[in-house]
């Protein structure tokens, strides 16, 4: 049998099945005679599930660090949330009714709130509020809550859906994949599956009714494509695909130290995207020449505040300090869209990617602005800085937001605090406007950073979270590369550099033909740096704007995409093997 999911971290498995099934408690309605004993047993078991999340937490952050253990965090503070508590005490107080079945009740609707939100990150948190409630559930019913801890055999993980904390839990060198019927790209679990380099595939819908403990798995986290019980045949060929991936990956890691030149020296930059100090780790190991873009928004998220001045700068110091003096690219907060946060009371939107998110919401919160540039500036003494602004779509904007910057600067200066001397500040192009005004933005700014996650979708009018029209939303299309070429050399007549941070930073098809518009430096999931300094190594610039000139005169997307796509594949195949030198 097939499935299709998506895709959420890259990896072939082929492995035994562990059907995770969180036993369905039974909640009874009965009624209590002892209404304070019942609430005293409610609060009791609030403190106990209290403990085992603290439990929790130490262990992701012993895990998985301080950022993905703030998850937990956040998961106290929905334990401790009146709406949950007292009005579970109220009901029980009011009604009779058990505490089980009040919670329940409470924690139901709770889930239901979210789930009922039009925005993908905002119901997935009904995840948390179903993941805390379980653990108070399982208290008040006497049954144990899942342990990942305890799984000893190499498995591939099948649930429905795995709890922020049961990932947290689990041993990674034990669990060769997941695979779950809810989820998404930017749930917790793909985004601790991608921290752990565990392939995943999410949101299969039904996997957990089509298969049973010990059945045999294959998939593919980059395709989302899973076979339960494979054929010898099907088997075979996940193997081989197995085989052929760790092959590469050694290859791919003999490339370590190697500089990014393309086969007649032109020197391009490759970077990382990160989102948090605890991605540190994979930008060393994959030897990345800097953090080309840091999505700061991620500290901000899972919490019922803003972080401090000074959280933030010990999060912005460790990226800088642990790189130096490679340069990190830090972007200022980009809320809003697919990103909302409740404490930030945004509000409702109609179209949330066309609404108030990234620096058109900081302009007019410049408390919020000016508190991350301090931040910023204050660790800028330990590294190599560089700021960038998201969603630009104007120079006003550009302007404003540097002099809320320069203001920033000069009051630390007149406070005698150490900064860097100079902090060059690029934008993002991820509008059209921006990418057509790119020349007037390039006299005001030191670096653009075409953002091409958004730059695709405002250039089509493709929401890139609206599965309906995916198959509209087209890296190939020849007003994004137009629109791209635009940028690259209105940068480079006033001598301005441009990266590409979006996915298309990473992706192999698209580089030589980046590289043949002149393009100066990638920016991509760490984990994909390798590949593309091997695809780069393969290209002489001549090559590549030859490519380029063929690339640009097509009318249409498929015909690019498979000029490209087969160009790739050429290369790749010339290079796989050939000794580093
Ligand atoms: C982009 O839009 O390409 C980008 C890098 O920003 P994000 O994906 O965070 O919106
Ligand atoms: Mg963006």
Not at 513 to 523: A, H, I, K, P, Y
Request: aromatic share 4%.
């Amino acid at each position: 049998m097939n499935l299709h999911g998506k895709s959420a971290s890259h990896g072939i498995v082929v492995g035994r099945v562990r059907l995770v099934q969180t036993t369905a408690l039974l909640i009874d309605q009965s009624s209590v005679q002892n209404v304070d004993a019942e609430i005293a047993r409610f609060r009791a078991c609030i403190a106990k599930a209290k403990i085992g999340l603290e439990a929790v937490r130490d262990r992701a952050l012993k895990n998985l660090g301080a950022d993905k253990a703030a998850i937990f965090d956040a998961h106290l503070l929905i334990l401790e949330d009146p709406e949950l508590v007292d009005t579970t005490v109220e009901i029980v107080g009011s009604r009779k009714l058990n505490a089980l079945a009040a919670f329940d009740e409470v924690a139901r609707q709770a889930a239901a709130m979210f789930e009922a939100m039009d925005n993908e990150y905002m119901r997935e948190r009904a995840a948390d509020v179903r993941d805390v409630a379980d653990r108070v559930l399982r208290q008040l019913a006497g049954v144990a809550v899942t342990d990942l801890s305890e799984i000893q055999d190499e498995v591939v993980l099948v649930c429905r859906d795995l709890a922020p904390s049961e990932t947290a839990a689990m041993n990674p060198q034990k669990i060769l994949g997941i695979l779950t019927d809810l989820g998404g790209k930017t749930s917790h679990t793909a985004i601790v599956a991608r921290t752990l380099e565990i392939p995943a595939v999410l949101g299969l819908r039904r996997i957990t009714e089509v298969v049973t403990n010990g059945d045999w798995i294959a998939f593919d986290g980059e395709t989302g494509e899973v076979v339960v019980n494979p054929d010898d045949a099907t088997r075979a060929v996940f193997l081989e695909k197995q085989k052929i991936e760790k092959r590469e990956k050694l290859e791919l890691m003999t490339l370590v130290g190697q500089s990014n030149t393309s086969a007649d020296g032109r020197v391009t930059q490759i970077v990382a995207n990160i989102g948090s100090p605890e991605d540190l780790p994979g930008v060393r190991k994959y030897d990345a020449a800097g953090v080309g873009l840091y999505r700061t928004e991620f500290l901000f998220m899972d919490r019922t505040e803003a972080p401090s001045e000074e959280e933030q700068f010990q999060a912005y110091k460790a990226v800088l300090e642990g790189l130096a003096p490679l340069p990190v690219t830090i972007r200022t907060l980009d809320v809003g869209g697919d990103k909302p946060l409740a404490y930030l009371d945004i509000g409702h939107e109609d179209n949330p990617f066309l609404g108030y998110r990234a620096i058109r919401y900081c302009l007019e919160h410049p408390e919020i602005l000016r508190t991350q540039f301090r931040a910023m500036l204050r660790a800028s003494a330990f590294g190599n800085l560089r700021i960038m602004f998201p969603m630009i779509a104007s120079l006003e904007e550009l302007l404003a937001a540097k002099e809320h910057l320069e203001a920033v600067r000069k009051e630390l200066v007149a406070s005698g605090v150490k900064i860097a001397d100079h902090v060059p500040v690029g934008v993002m192009i991820e509008i059209p406007s921006a990418a057509i005004i790119s020349d007037i933005l390039a006299q005001h700014c030191e670096f653009l950073s075409i953002g091409t996650n958004d730059l695709i979708q405002y250039t089509v009018a493709v929401d890139r979270l609206n599965e309906r029209v995916q198959n509209l939303y087209d890296p190939f299309h020849p007003a994004v590369l137009r629109l791209m070429r635009t940028v690259i050399e209105n940068a480079h007549k006033f001598g301005r550099k441009t990266s590409v941070c979006g996915e298309m930073g990473g992706s192999e098809a698209h580089l030589p033909l980046l590289l043949g518009m002149g393009l100066d430096e990638f920016s991509m999931a760490p984990t994909s740096i390798l590949r593309s300094r091997r695809q780069l190594s393969g290209w002489t610039m001549k090559e590549a704007e030859a490519l380029r000139d063929e690339v640009m005169k097509q009318s249409r997307s498929a015909d690019i995409e498979s000029i490209l796509m087969q160009a790739e594949a050429r290369k790749r195949n010339d290079l796989k093997g050939r000794p580093s030198t």
